[in-house]
C-alpha cells in the first residue's frame, strides 16, 4: 500500500514538517464558532480502527485491513441542528489519521486538515473536537490525512443534522443510498488505491460496484402511494455518477444538505444530478401503486447501474398526485452577491504549473523527512492556478491561494481546462452555486461541493469566515497529488 511509506515518519517528523508555517503571514485567524456556548453539548466518543468485513458478499473471503469508526461500517450519527457535538477521537489504526467533517461550519482548528489545522494524529493518539452543529443537513465525516487509502477502506461516517421541523413534512420513509465501491483482487483483499494511470486521469475506480456496502443493490419496501426522502450520498474516492429515478415523480430537495425550491428531475437536462465524490443528494420520491417499483439508476455508464429498488407495499393508502415537499429553508450566511470581490481560479493539470518555492535538495534529510511525514501524495498531477501542492520533494505546505476578510463576501470563478471531471470542495463554508457555462438551466442553489467538468467555469459565491481552509478536488487522488490550495481568512 503506498501509504506505509509515508506513514512510518510521521509520528516523529509532523512537528517540524511545515517549513511554510501558518503563522508566517502573521496573525492566525480566530477560531470562529458557529453556535452560542449555551448551545446543547453532546458528549461522543469516536475511534477509528480496522476490522474483517466480508464485502465480497456472504460466501467470499471477507476482508481484513477494513478501515471502520467505532466498529461500525457506514456508521450514522443523528442530532438536532443547534446541538454541540464534543468528539474524543482516539486512533487505533497503526497509521497517522485526521477528522474532518465534511460541509459543517466548525471552529477551522477542529477541521482536521493535516497539516493546516492541526498535526495528525499518531497512531494510538487522541484528539478533541468541537463540532458546532448550526444548519440542518446531510453531512459526513471522513479523514483528511492519507484520504485516499483511508477512505478506500472504508473509513467515512454518515452526520445527519435534523430540523425537528421536518417532521411535519410527513414522510413515510428516509431511506440512505450510499455510493461506495471497493478495490479489491477476487480473494478479497485490497488493491493499491493510488495508480498514477488513475491519479493523472480520471481517478483510479474500484472493481466492485456496491451500494450501503452490499454488491447486490438493496431492495426497499415503502408505503404505496407514499413519499419516500432518499438522501444519496456519493462516499466513494472516484466516482462520479448521474443518479436518476425510473419515475417522474421525483424531486430534489436538497443539494449537500442546503434545502432548495424543489427542483424536479424531469426538469434537468437529460433528468439526471451528477454527482462527484462527497456531494449529496436529497430526493423526494412519490410511490406508485401496490406492487410497483421505482429504480434508482446511475446513468452514467453504458450500462446503468442500478443503485436501489423502492417497492411499494399496499399500506391502505389512497392514490395521490405528486406535491414536492420543500424544507424549511437553508440558514447558513449568505454572500452579498452584489459587493462580492472576484477571484478566479483555473484548474489544471501541473505540467507548465511552477514550484511554488525552491525545491530542497533531494539529499538533504529534511527533504526525505517531508516525502515520508506528510498525508498528502509525493506525485504532482494537477493544479490550481498554477500551484501544486505536494511537488515532488517539495511537500511543504504552501502558502495560501489568497487571504480573505472575514465577512466580506467572494465570488470565484473556477474554470476546468482538464479533460477530466474536478468536484471542487471549499471547507468551512456553505456557498452559492450562481452559474455555470454548461448547465445554464439550472437555478441558483446551495453546496459544499461543486462539479466542474471539461471547458466548463462555475461561479460560486460566499462569505468568507475567519479560519484557513483548504479548496480542493474531492477526487481523492486529485487532492493527493496536487488540486489543493487554502485559503487564509482573518
Ligand atoms: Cu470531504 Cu477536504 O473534504
Ligand atoms: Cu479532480
Partial sequence: MTISRRAVLL???AAGAASFAPSALGRMPLSRDTLPRSAPVRHLTLAAAEMEVPLLGPDKPKTAGFCAYNGT????????????????????????????????????????????TQQPVPAGGRFSY?????????YFFHPHCDETGQVGRGLFALLMVDDP???????????????????????????PMFTDE????????????????????????????????????????????????????????????????PLPLSKLPDEVWRMGPAMRLDVHVHMPGPGEEVKVFDYRTAEPYLLTTLVAVDKGRKKTSFKP?????????????????????????????????????????????????????????????????????????????DTLKDGDSYRLSITNVTKHVHPMHLHGHVFRVLSSTKKTTIPPYL?????????????IAFKAASGDWVFHCHILEHMDAGLMGWFRVA
Fill in 11 to 13: 509520528g516523529a517528523t
Fill in 73 to 116: 461500517p457506514f456508521l450514522t450519527w443523528r442530532a438536532p441542528a443547534g446541538t454541540r457535538l464534543m468528539v474524543d477521537f482516539e486512533n487505533n489504526l497503526p497509521t497517522p489519521t485526521t477528522v474532518h467533517w465534511h460541509g459543517i461550519r466548525v471552529p477551522y482548528l477542529s477541521d482536521g486538515v493535516a497539516p493546516l
Fill in 130 to 138: 468541537d463540532v458546532p452543529l448550526p444548519d440542518p443537513g446531510f
Fill in 165 to 191: 421541523a421536518e417532521a411535519k413534512l410527513g414522510f413515510d420513509l428516509e431511506h440512505i443510498i450510499a455510493v461506495k465501491d471497493w478495490r479489491l483482487d477476487a480473494d478479497g483483499r485490497w488493491l
Fill in 198 to 261: 488513475g491519479a493523472s486521469t480520471a481517478g483510479t475506480f474500484g472493481t466492485v460496484r456496491a451500494t450501503n456496502g452490499s454488491v447486490i443493490p438493496p431492495r426497499v419496501e415503502a408505503p404505496a402511494y407514499g413519499d419516500v426522502r432518499l438522501r444519496v450520498i456519493v462516499a466513494d474516492s472516484t466516482r462520479t455518477i448521474e443518479f436518476g429515478c425510473e419515475t417522474s415523480d421525483a424531486a430534489i430537495i436538497a443539494v449537500d444538505g442546503q434545502a432548495l425550491t
Fill in 325 to 401: 415537499k420543500a424544507l424549511p429553508a437553508a440558514k447558513a450566511p449568505l454572500p452579498d452577491v452584489s459587493r462580492a470581490q472576484k477571484r478566479d481560479f483555473i484548474v489544471q493539470t501541473s505540467a507548465g504549473a511552477t514550484a511554488i518555492a525552491p525545491p530542497l535538495p533531494p539529499d538533504d534529510p529534511l527533504a526525505k523527512a517531508l516525502i515520508d511525514s506528510f498525508c498528502v501524495g509525493d506525485k504532482t498531477f494537477w493544479a490550481i492556478n498554477r500551484n501544486s501542492w505536494g511537488a515532488g520533494a517539495d511537500l511543504r505546505l504552501p502558502p495560501p491561494l
Fill in 447 to 459: 453546496a459544499d461541493t461543486v462539479m466542474t467538468e471539461p471547458n466548463e467555469t462555475v461561479e
